[in-house]
């Protein structure tokens, strides 16, 4: 059973957050019905808890990136100060409590889901650098808000963030990045 819970999650996630790179439009056919799925308590909505105040972090994007992981929305990337000095240095470990947030925008302007991810104390996920994650989408679209059963607040340990997890597997430090050609090069003062 935890198992095809993972795997419905799972499948959630993907289309939420646009996995393997598909476009919104196409993830749709994919989705499945949340009815009929455990209780999660890591899946009930709520106000956004950890990055609630992303606006006061420091914006590490230029412009808007399109982000084809991020189910081909653009994104904005703030880091908050704890995190903020070693984001911005590539080689550096992100400190426990850095919390990132990507800002998302529909193609036709509208909000997005809000992802977050926070370093967690050692121990918390060893396997995945410790890294909690989240998504919330307060207000989707009606067709979404269909699919996905209304507003969501997915975060670790929920299996509908397993896809958050295998795909920042996938990068150094656990982190996508912002484009070169689309990222600070400083610290704001």
């Avoid at 929305?73 to 990132?100: F, K, Q, S, W």
């Avoid at 889901?113 to 926070?118: K, L, R, S, Y």
């Avoid at 121990?123 to 650098?129: C, Q």
């Avoid at 920042?168 to 610290?187: E, F, K, M």
Wanted: glycine fraction near 10%; include cysteine.
């Amino acid at each position: 059973m935890k198992r095809l819970q993972r795997l419905v999650g799972f499948a959630f996630l993907l289309s939420a957050c646009g996995g393997a790179a598909a476009p919104m439009d196409r993830q749709g056919a994919a989705m499945m019905s949340a009815k009929g799925m455990a209780a999660d308590p890591a899946a009930m909505f709520g106000p956004l808890e950890v990055g609630a105040d992303w606006a006061s972090y420091v914006k590490f994007n230029t412009s808007p990136v399109v982000s084809e992981t991020h189910g081909g929305r653009l994104v904005d990337t703030y880091v908050n100060a704890v995190g903020a000095a070693a984001y911005l240095d590539e080689e550096a470990e992100l400190p426990v409590g850095a919390v990132i947030v990507k800002t998302s925008t529909e193609r036709d302007g509208a909000p997005g889901p809000i992802f977050v991810m926070e370093k967690r104390a050692p121990g918390f996920d060893p396997e995945h650098g410790d890294w909690a994650y989240a998504i919330h989408w307060a207000a989707p679209p009606p067709a979404w808000a269909k699919k996905l059963g209304g507003p969501i607040y997915w975060r670790s340990p929920s299996p509908r963030v397993g896809y958050c997890v295998e795909c920042h597997d996938n990068y150094d430090r656990n982190l996508g990045g912002v484009p070169s050609d689309q990222r600070i090069t400083a610290l704001p003062e």
